[in-house]
């Protein structure tokens, strides 16, 4: 603990200009994760992995060298373990999310006419008990979800959608996809649902309209053929609707979050709003860098260095007695080393210009490529002999 408190008060003396960058970078980049974990459905996951994230930080800060040695040889175990559990989560990231969707226009669903369409649509079902399915696109694209059905490119109208949901056509099995305030596609087949607790004793419609809602960010809207029961499926969630005017409202709050105002920036949905995300992304960010990063002890470390003649004269060759390689000492910070790809290291000597015979070679930090965080203090042998010979010679040698 003593030693955790002498870090931050270390970090805190040292900290500079570009400290304050890497902390910011470093935040972008947990916020970007916690983003992705946090809009996931497999929250009980996610805390168990915060919370490990956590017993390792805390076992650090406090030298519970076991804790942390049993942690960080679990890591890779973890890692796949997480990989697993979350890999439906990460296709859908790849997949759904981060891939273009098209012009999403809200001008289609500002006029409000597709809206009070599909209302009127759904209450004419429910008082009729005909079963419905119909998925509102968010910003995620479906293609890569959806299975079978027919492409359309028609406005959302009550009669259209009677026809297509009629129980006499072979037409009303599946969903009807909604995109921008349009009819793109019917009788499309969505993946089904194995929340068995979420869905009660509902069948398989409800089970299609919890399943994409599980993958994807649309909102679905489901009308049970045997109840006339409404109900809307969205993160994972089945939501029962009692009222039209509450079908409107869940709408209309689904469209203004994918649709937001023409003045509020195309990619603002992980940027707005999730103060507590990013206070914990920039918290996470600063701990790590008063624990690792900021690490003000300075360490040296020598390295056998491979040795590279360059710009060898034509006709003549370095003899074999040639050092092959040359100890290094370098210098600087933990981190620096941490990040130290020791195979990158080089010591060149240039040649060029030297002629047949025997020449002095003094090596200096000058002669080493090394990253720039680190400084090269001593070449041992910091001079050799070098003996050059005509090829030729070399070779009859041979
Ligand atoms: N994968 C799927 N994607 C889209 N629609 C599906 C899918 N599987 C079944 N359906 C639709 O669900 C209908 C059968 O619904 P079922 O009666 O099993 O569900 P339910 O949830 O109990 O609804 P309801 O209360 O209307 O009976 C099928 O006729 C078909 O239209």
């Given amino acids: 603990m003593l030693g955790f408190a002498l870090s931050i008060e270390k970090s805190i003396e040292s900290f500079g200009a570009m400290d304050a960058v890497d902390i910011a970078i470093a935040s972008v980049l947990v916020y970007a994760v916690l983003y992705l974990l946090w809009t996931t459905h497999n929250r009980t996951l996610l805390l168990a992995a915060a919370g490990l994230v956590g017993v390792y ?12 040695l049993a942690l960080r040889s679990a890591a890779l175990g973890l890692l796949v373990l997480f990989g697993i559990a979350f890999q439906e989560d990460i296709r859908r990231a790849i997949l759904l999310r981060w891939r273009w969707r098209g012009s999403g226009r809200a001008e289609n669903w500002l006029t409000s006419g ?12 429910a008082e009729q008990r005909v079963g419905v399915l119909v998925v509102i696109q968010g910003r995620d694209a479906l293609d890569s979800v959806l299975k079978g059905g027919i492409n359309l ?16 056509t072979p037409g009303h099995d599946g969903a009807v996809i909604v995109q921008d305030g349009r009819i793109v596609r019917m009788s499309a087949h969505l993946p089904l649902s194995n929340n068995l607790r979420e869905l009660r004793s509902r069948g398989t419609r409800h089970s299609a309209g919890l399943g994409l809602s599980e993958i994807a960010d649309a909102l679905v809207v489901i009308v049970s053929e045997e109840r006339g029961a409404i109900c809307v ?25 994918k649709y937001p105002a023409p003045n509020r920036p195309r990619f603002a949905g992980p940027l707005v709003g999730r103060l507590g995300l990013k206070v914990a992304a920039v ?3 600063a701990i790590a860098w008063a624990l690792y990063a900021s690490h003000a002890d300075t360490i040296e470390r020598s390295f056998a260095v491979p040795l590279e003649f360059r710009n060898v004269p034509t006709n003549l060759v370095v003899n074999d007695d040639a050092p092959d390689s040359v100890r ?19 010591v060149r000597v240039n040649l060029q210009g030297f002629e047949a015979g025997t020449s002095n070679i003094a090596l200096t930090s000058k002669n080493c490529i090394y990253p720039s965080d680190l400084k090269v203090i ?7 002999q070098v003996q050059l010979s005509s090829s030729e010679r070399a070779m009859t040698r041979d």
């Fill in 57 to 68: 930080l805390a076992a650090s800060a406090f030298e519970l060298y076991l804790t942390e």
């Fill in 378 to 384: 001593h070449v041992d042998p910091s001079e050799f």
């Fill in 114 to 125: 597709p809206i009070d369409e599909l209302i009127d649509f759904i209450a004419k079902s």
């Fill in 233 to 257: 499926a969205y993160g994972g969630a089945l939501h029962p609707v009692t009222t039209p005017i509450e079908l409107k409202q869940r709408i209309d709050a689904f469209l203004k979050e």
């Fill in 283 to 285: 918290a996470i960010a």
């Fill in 328 to 346: 290094v000492m370098h210098t600087g910070s933990e981190p620096a080393f941490a990040l130290l790809t020791p195979k990158t290291l080089e």
């Fill in 153 to 168: 490119s028609a406005p959302v109208n009550v009669m259209l959608l009677q026809s297509i949901f009629d129980p006499r």
